[in-house]
């Protein structure tokens, strides 16, 4: 799976965990081993081809990447960012943070996070506003379980 054939998946699918499976939402690991992984993707004879192609959907502008579903790195394509401004306060603001790694100046991955709604771009803060409520609970009927269990 190349870099372009991931950003395909996740807006596909919406919302996509990097490693994890939940419910509805797909692993994007599991879509580049072709096969559902048991345990830790790094010991999969892809693990490379995971490594780069979750690293480069990270740095798309037009996925969020956050850990919205169960802490897990995931990511979410920008077509549902008004979606989840629209029902943000049915998640924690942790799970809405935008994280980025970062390598400091010691060589060591760092995460950074961005508040929500610090990273939300005025062109989905103003779509999210003509969203009624029913409306984006439907687009993000991937996450209703999530939702559900964070009332």
């Given at each position: 799976m190349?870099?372009a054939?991931?950003l395909?998946?996740?807006?596909?699918?919406?919302v996509?965990?990097?490693?994890a499976?939940?419910?509805?939402?797909?692993?994007?690991?599991d879509?580049?081993?072709?096969?559902?992984?048991?345990?830790n993707?790094?010991?999969?004879?892809?693990?490379?081809?995971?490594f780069?192609v979750?690293?480069?959907?990270r740095e798309?502008?037009?996925?969020?990447?956050c850990?919205?579903?169960?802490?897990k790195?995931?990511?979410?394509?920008?077509?549902?960012?008004?979606a989840?401004v629209?029902?943000?306060?049915?998640?924690?603001?942790?799970?809405?943070?935008r994280v980025?790694?970062?390598?400091?100046?010691s060589g060591?991955?760092?995460i950074?996070?961005?508040?929500?709604?610090e990273?939300?771009?005025a062109k989905?803060a103003?779509a999210?506003k003509r969203?009624?409520?029913q409306?984006?609970?439907?687009e993000l009927?991937?996450l209703?379980?999530?939702?559900?269990a964070?009332?």
């Amino acid at each position: 799976m190349t870099s372009a054939q991931a950003l395909d998946f996740v807006e596909r699918h919406g919302v996509v965990c990097e490693s994890a499976r939940r419910g509805a939402i797909a692993s994007l690991a599991d879509a580049i081993a072709g096969e559902t992984l048991s345990g830790n993707w790094w010991s999969h004879p892809k693990s490379k081809a995971i490594f780069a192609v979750t690293r480069a959907l990270r740095e798309s502008p037009r996925v969020l990447v956050c850990r919205l579903v169960d802490g897990k790195i995931s990511f979410v394509h920008e077509r549902l960012w008004p979606a989840l401004v629209r029902v943000a306060d049915r998640f924690s603001p942790k799970q809405l943070a935008r994280v980025h790694e970062v390598h400091s100046a010691s060589g060591k991955h760092v995460i950074e996070a961005t508040p929500f709604p610090e990273w939300v771009p005025a062109k989905a803060a103003a779509a999210a506003k003509r969203l009624t409520q029913q409306q984006a609970l439907q687009e993000l009927a991937m996450l209703l379980p999530l939702m559900i269990a964070n009332t």
